[in-house]
């Protein structure tokens, strides 16, 4: 890969890996911790997640006007921001004070890398959104074996570990990305008169993004009703965080194998989202059985192989799909539609366990997962274009 890119690949590895410090352990201390039920957690997190939604589609606007080096320092500096009050400050309710403003500021940073790493290596295709991808994943993998020591001798240590090396991602966006600005500015100026429209590439854009949300919003039980309920069932905190460590180092092991595998077969981008949404339905047919530590590993092992299907097929889409001047924008929009499915899958998961009970919320999930495959099977039926998306994508 070109030097940009493993630029932006650290600098994704690092900042992931700071964020792991604190995003899997959020419902267990403001339930365990500061009191609160599984419903006002979920609350929490919601507003860290629509101030994600805000920031995502800032974060793309900004990256079409002063490009990816800018944008990215504006998302780091709010983020740091908000990482010192946690700090100095962790009760409620200024607990979600501080997560709205880590969304807003980490909402605005993922679009704009994303769309970075696809203005400075184009013929790279699916390569480029692979390698952050698993970059991403090569810092929860780390982030949350580190966090979940942190959190087993204090778990308020997390807050400081956080900050520590946000602060570090800080310094290698100031002095690493500031060479990638020429590259990006010069694609951008390309210029389309294109409207944004719920037709035509935006509108399959959309309908795509509705099944990605969808997907995420099942995802992320595993981190807040699912993370209480395995507590319950005396699975530790240590035993947690291994999980997701499982998820992320089995990510940058099999991603290759994964990519390998989609290739001898051919598969276009839509159907290999398909084949992703069915190994999450296995994923969460073995959750609904497990009683302890090694059916969840199973459990998450499966749900890592799904994941590794669909989400990197969806800014791939996007990519592909954005005039030369709304890059960003379509990035921010992908970004979007995954937070605005974390947003409220805590809260409505929540309350359906709090309310119902753990069953319920299965039944719940299986529900969206089969109305994902189904939007996935038609979101580019009425694109206006000679060939479909995924014979545009390269490999």
């Known amino acids: 890969m070109p030097r940009a890119v493993w630029l932006l690949v650290t ?9 792991s410090f604190l995003w899997p352990f959020n419902t267990i201390y403001i339930h365990d911790h ?25 974060g793309g606007v900004l990256f079409d006007k002063l490009g990816g080096y800018k944008s990215i320092l504006i998302g780091i ?21 501080w997560l709205g403003f880590v969304g807003l500021g980490s909402g605005m940073v993922f679009p704009a890398m994303y769309a970075m790493v696809g203005a400075v290596w184009p013929e790279g295709g699916r390569r480029a959104f692979n390698a952050m991808y698993v970059a991403q994943n090569v810092g929860v993998a780390v ?6 020591l942190v959190a087993s001798y204090r778990i308020d240590y997390i807050f400081l570990a956080n900050l520590t090396l ?14 990638m600005q ?21 509108g ?25 309920h395995m507590q319950d069932l005396d699975v530790s905190l240590k035993q947690y965080s291994l999980l997701w460590t499982i998820n992320g180092a089995l990510i940058v092991v099999a991603q290759p ?47 890592t192989i799904g994941e590794m299907f669909v989400w990197p097929a969806i800014p791939t889409i996007a990519n592909s799909l954005a005039p030369p001047d709304k890059v960003g924008f379509y990035q921010g929009v992908v970004n979007s539609a995954a937070t605005f499915g974390r947003m409220f899958a805590p809260v409505i998961g929540g309350a359906l366990v709090d309310y119902f009970n753990i069953n319920v919320l299965f039944m719940f999930v299986f529900a969206m997962l089969v109305v994902a495959t189904i939007i996935t099977s038609l979101y580019d039926r009425k694109l206006k274009v000679e060939e479909p998306v995924e014979q545009k994508i390269a490999v």
């Open 77 to 97: 500096l709010v983020t740091l921001s908000a990482l010192i009050g946690f700090v100095f400050l962790h009760d409620w309710p200024t607990y979600v004070v």
């Open 34 to 58: 500061l009191g609160k039920s599984l419903s006002l957690a979920g609350f929490a997190l919601m507003v860290n997640s629509l101030a994600g939604v805000v920031g995502n589609l800032w």
């Open 257 to 303: 194998v994964v990519t390998g595998v989609i290739q001898v077969l051919k598969r276009s981008i839509k159907q290999q989202m398909i084949i992703g949404i069915f190994i999450f339905i296995v994923s969460y047919i073995i959750t609904t059985m497990a009683e302890g530590f090694t059916m969840f590993v199973t459990a998450m092992v499966v749900l």
């Open 143 to 148: 982030g949350t074996a580190l966090g979940g």
């Open 11 to 19: 600098g994704m590895i690092i900042n992931v890996t700071a964020s």
């Open 166 to 179: 946000y602060f570090i991602f800080f310094l290698i966006a100031l002095l690493g990305f500031k060479s």
């Open 204 to 228: 399959a854009l959309i309908t795509v993004c509705i099944a990605y949300a969808m997907c995420w919003f099942v995802y992320v039980q595993w981190q807040g009703p699912l993370a209480s």
């Open 182 to 202: 020429v590259k990006v500015e010069n694609k951008k100026k390309v210029q389309t008169k294109e409207k944004i429209q719920l037709t035509g590439p935006f």
